[in-house]
């Protein structure tokens, strides 16, 4: 009769078959597992002691002979937990690995209506830390976007004392865009928002958001946030 549970367990054909045999006959010796079960009596010595490593046999000397007891069953239960155990801690291990690999891909996702865009703008404070700094293109078209901002989002912005760098289009001197020296203006002839698209970079992130389509691609990446923000700060310079 076959025993699955063996293998699973880490036992190889011929250590099943002698540890079997000992169970049903008791003391054995090498000589009479080799004839029982037909093993040659290099691979019986190596079972055996395999075996033994693994608690599941033990000596009896009976004058010059050598004889093997199998131990209770009740030992691989123990077999089994140490698996266990190796186990739970290999599958820890392995999901740090992944966690470590998820790190270094972005994470994409699309989302579409006027909540997204709301969701989007509450992100920002809802994801920096005190005091942090974000940096947003915006055009005239877009800026005007009363209807996009969620209740609370300018209250939790400023309690939580958020500065933003904008760099916007030089229509938007007719909007109510406050320019300072953390607003930068580029020429409407330069064409960069003509297409109703605003974005913004915090933290980890970069969000993309049309106003036209009313839709949000956000990617969380750390890499690529931080080369957006250089590219903005570049560009914020020059202006």
Not at 66 to 83: H, V
Not at 163 to 191: H, Q, W, Y
Not at 196 to 221: C, F, L, M, P, R
């Amino acid at each position: 009769m076959n025993y699955p549970i063996l293998k699973n367990l880490g036992l190889d054909q011929n250590e099943e078959k002698t540890y079997l045999f000992l169970l049903e006959n008791g003391a054995s010796s090498p000589t009479d597992i080799e004839k029982k079960i037909d093993i040659h009596r290099p691979i019986v010595y190596k079972s055996l002691e395999s075996l033994k490593n693994k608690n599941l046999v033990t000596i009896s000397p009976k004058g010059k002979r050598t004889l093997y007891i199998a131990e209770s069953p009740e030992k691989l239960e123990y077999i089994f937990r140490e698996l266990e155990k190796n186990f739970f801690n290999d599958v820890e291990d392995l999901h740090n690995l992944y966690e470590l690999g998820q790190k270094n891909k972005p994470k994409i996702t699309y989302s579409e209506g006027k909540q997204a865009i709301q969701d989007s703008y509450m992100d920002i404070p809802n994801t920096l830390d005190k005091d942090a700094e974000y940096y947003r293109y915006m055009s005239v078209q877009n800026s005007n976007r009363e209807k996009f901002l969620p209740k609370g989002y300018r209250e939790l912005r400023d309690k939580k004392g958020l500065e933003s760098m904008i760099i916007t289009n030089k229509s938007s001197k007719k909007d109510k865009v406050r320019l300072g020296s953390r607003v930068k203006v580029l020429p409407d002839s330069c064409g960069l928002f003509e297409y109703n698209i605003g974005q913004v970079v915090y933290g980890d992130k970069v969000a993309i958001v049309d106003y036209d389509s009313q839709s949000v691609i956000t990617i969380n990446h750390p890499k690529f946030a931080e080369f957006q923000k250089k590219l903005f700060k570049l560009l914020f310079e020059k202006i």
